[in-house]
């Protein structure tokens, strides 16, 4: 066959995304730190721009959510309060992350949308514009991991239901930098509605993390799980540790009396002590930790209902100074200095609108995640359902890539504490007979009580299969084990044998 050359038109169509709307889609993923450095190099780029003034919140800043569950009922009912308020919070124009309309240049230097001319919430950015030569790849790469994140990496890695990591997640917080956890377990348990002992094993698992001895609770506490690891914690050094105070003082007579050994082993089990960590977190970044704000607040009303509210003090207001750029038009210009004007006219009015717009869109989906995991607000965190994307998309009229962006490095503040909006997603278990599904964590959750409660009567996993079925939950042998094996649970032979040796 022949090769020839030849020219053909061809119609079609495809998606462009102007550079506008490509940097309302960037803000929707930034935390508030980040979008409070791109507004501050935004001001600094652009004439027009201008810091606004900390005022009250603008009206659609604010939700009233009516939760689904009341009490003892699991029935969810949608509200007509919580519609009426998605229509309200839609009405000031297009959504620009689903939209790549843009208004002309005239209108958009001469106005902004939203509810105020002027102010518009803010939220973060790494720098002025959104180009890939703005990315520090070597300063990512040489950066130093803080505590935190090297123990929320092994928390994710750890196995634990999402309950169990919620609450491990708090328990990390509740480290300091020299790493020791320096929270209430009483405290904890009552603001997530969980068992103290279920806390209490979560932070024993928490303290297998490295470095060995974090997230005790005291210095013997530190230096016995370090002893562990190396298999030295017998009687004789448990006593030892419980008399630190006479270790302190170089009392070896009343050590050697305190621990029932001789002179020479006491010397021994001191030196021993010194090769130890006393501060397993000082190892780690310390002085540039951030401490994280939420994005929204959650609080229950006396009527029952909750509010969802931005956070004002996260978003800084920025605004067009149109004064200026009235007078600075009139003036005799350069082609180029009027293009230069009329661009930063046009990127203020932009950037303004995207700040209203992703607040708008951030209260949305909170509302949203509030109103579906209600039961985890009236009854803690057993009760987290199952939940995905593509669920609070479909409610609000959005794009599951959308809600993705905006759960994002964003945080809840909740009367149970500060949460990543991502742990309220989780899968979803088939009930028996066409009822409603659980959350994966949440029979994650159930299978660990029965485990826990099983007494001298052992559980087969098609026992658990069998009991989990009476509760209208349709799972398979093989995800009961997997499931038991994700939470750290010995098969049912080996907790008989256990048993026995304990005996």
């Not at 709307?21 to 652009?46: C, M, T």
């Not at 939420?294 to 609080?299: I, L």
């Not at 989906?365 to 479909?394: C, M, T, W, Y």
């Not at 409660?453 to 997997?482: M, Y």
Request: glycine share 6%.
């Amino acid at each position: 066959m022949a090769i020839s050359q030849r020219l053909d038109m061809r119609q079609g169509q495809s998606l462009v995304m102007t550079p506008q709307l490509q940097q309302a889609i960037k803000l929707l993923q930034l935390s508030n730190i980040e979008l409070a450095e791109f507004v501050e190099a935004e001001i600094e780029r652009n004439p027009l721009l201008e810091r606004g003034e900390a005022g009250d919140n603008d009206e659609y800043a604010r939700e009233e959510v009516e939760p689904k569950t009341r009490d003892s009922e699991l029935s969810l009912d949608d509200s007509s309060g919580l519609n009426e308020a998605r229509e309200a919070m839609d009405a000031p124009g297009e959504d620009l992350y689903e939209s790549g309309t843009t208004s002309d240049s005239g209108e958009t230097a001469s106005q902004t949308s939203g509810p105020s001319a002027q102010t518009d919430w803010s939220q973060a950015g790494s720098g002025g514009s959104f180009s890939g030569e703005d990315y520090d790849f070597e300063g990512s790469l040489s950066s130093e991991k803080s505590l935190h994140e090297h123990l929320h990496d092994q928390l994710a890695m750890s196995g634990l239901s999402q309950a169990d990591q919620l609450i491990g997640a708090r328990l990390v917080d509740e480290t300091d930098e020299a790493g020791y956890c320096k929270a209430d377990l009483e405290e904890i348990a009552t603001a997530l509605g969980a068992d103290l002992g279920n806390v209490e094993a979560v932070l024993e698992v928490c303290q297998g993390f490295e470095p060995t001895g974090v997230m005790a609770r005291t210095v013997e506490e530190c230096l016995g799980l370090q002893l562990k690891e190396r298999n030295r914690f017998d009687p004789a050094m448990k006593a030892l540790l419980d008399n630190l105070d006479l270790v302190a003082k170089h009392d070896i007579k009343g050590l050697c009396a305190a621990c029932g050994v001789d002179k020479e082993d006491v010397l021994d089990m001191m030196s021993e002590l010194r090769m130890l960590t006393p501060r397993p977190g000082s190892a780690f970044a310390g002085g540039t930790t951030i401490a994280v704000a939420p994005d929204v607040f959650v609080r229950e009303m006396p009527n029952g209902m909750f509010a969802v509210e931005l956070n004002s003090d996260t978003l800084p207001k920025v605004l067009m100074d149109k004064a200026y750029y009235a007078e600075v038009s009139t003036l005799p210009m350069r082609e180029k200095e009027k293009e230069f004007i009329s661009d930063c006219a046009q990127s203020a009015s932009w950037l303004i609108k995207s700040l209203d717009q992703r607040a708008r869109t951030i209260l949305k989906v909170a509302s949203e995640i509030v109103r579906q995991q209600d039961a985890f607000f009236a009854h803690g965190v057993a009760h987290l359902k199952p939940l995905n994307l593509k669920q609070v998309a479909d409610a609000i009229d959005m794009h599951e890539s959308t809600v993705s962006r905006v759960t994002s490095n964003k945080y809840m503040g909740t009367p149970r504490g500060l949460f990543e909006l991502k742990y309220f997603f989780s899968a979803a278990i088939p009930g028996t007979a066409g009822g409603d599904a659980h959350s994966a964590e949440a029979v994650r959750y159930r299978i660990k009580q029965l485990v826990d409660e099983e007494g001298q009567n052992v559980l087969s996993d098609d026992q658990i299969v069998e009991i989990l079925t009476e509760f209208g939950i349709e799972i398979a042998r093989r995800t009961v084990a997997k499931y038991r094996e994700s939470l750290n649970i010995p098969s049912s032979v080996q907790r008989r044998r256990r048993l026995r040796a304990s005996a």
